[in-house]
């Protein structure tokens, strides 16, 4: 190889390099969540917290799994102040669908921590459930 050819393979990686940092998104943090919630009692009905990675007033929720056919309504809450997200209900007919919340009168904060919080909705006494949560 000579020097120019070396020098355009340089100039070529350092080009894609510098497109490639421009076009990369913000990523927001997701959390795994495994919840088991009942008609009488709520065993495990919270995700782990997660921090909020920007200003959206969207929160996303994709279920990946339930234990058996029903439904469960979860929230996003802001562990600091309790402040509560709309309501969305996850059902075992819509496995992999990525569903998507509002925080009320643009309440919600980068850099906060929050968690889903989940209660039975319908199916059996006790239902177990498993997806990815994004704040």
């Known amino acids: ?5 070396v020098k355009r393979i340089i100039v070529g990686v350092f080009a894609c390099v510098c497109v ?8 927001a943090d997701t959390v795994k969540f ?15 917290r997660t921090k909020k990675r920007d200003d959206e007033q969207k929160f996303y929720v994709t279920a990946t799994a339930f234990g058996d056919i029903g439904s469960v309504r979860s929230t996003s809450v802001w562990k600091n102040t309790g402040k509560k997200s ?17 925080y009320p009168a643009s309440n ?9 919080k989940s209660v039975w909705n319908s199916g059996p006494s006790e239902l177990n459930v498993k997806g990815r949560y994004t704040p």
């Open 1 to 5: 190889m000579n020097y120019k050819n």
């Open 34 to 48: 495994n919840i088991t919630v009942g008609q009488k009692v709520n065993k495990d009905p919270l995700s782990k």
């Open 108 to 116: 919600a904060k980068a850099g906060e921590y929050y968690y889903l």
């Open 86 to 102: 709309a309501t969305i209900t996850l059902k075992s007919s819509e496995i992999d669908r990525k569903k998507s919340g509002v």
């Open 20 to 27: 490639a940092n421009i076009t990369i998104p913000t990523i």
